[in-house]
Nanobody
Framework: VQLQASGGGLVQAGGSLRPSCATS????????MRWYRQAPDKEREWVAT???????NYADSVEGRFTISRDSAKRTVYLQMNTLEPEDTAVYYC?????????WGQGTQVTVSS
């Protein structure tokens, strides 16, 4: 099973993007699905989490601007990003944590111009 991230791009400050992360097949034993991001010359940081019961959590830096959601039928996780800031520029990665281990997608570039 692979994770395919897409939906990044270039947007002006204040704009919106909605990256998505699709799985190539059914994943058993999901504990959580997360988005992370890594800006140039910085460590990868956690952005948002959604667990199977629908509960969500966000990093303080994106709380109120980003929304993580999941479409189980499409086996896809989304990250709706609003009011984007230049500081949000990064490669965004999806991650699925299961009882068997963790899987990562390949990342999608988000660039916010000022």
């Amino acid at each position: 099973v692979q994770l395919q991230a897409s939906g990044g791009g270039l947007v002006q400050a204040g704009g919106s993007l909605r990256p998505s992360c699709a799985t190539s097949g059914r994943i058993i034993g999901i504990k959580a699905m997360r988005w992370y991001r890594q800006a140039p010359d910085k460590e990868r940081e956690w952005v948002a989490t959604i667990i199977p019961n629908g509960s969500v959590n966000y990093a303080d830096s994106v709380e109120g601007r980003f929304t993580i959601s999941r479409d189980s039928a499409k086996r896809t996780v989304y990250l709706q990003m609003n009011t984007l800031e230049p500081e949000d520029t990064a490669v965004y990665y999806c991650n699925v944590n299961t009882v068997y281990g963790s899987r990562w997608g390949q990342g999608t570039q988000v660039t916010v111009s000022s």
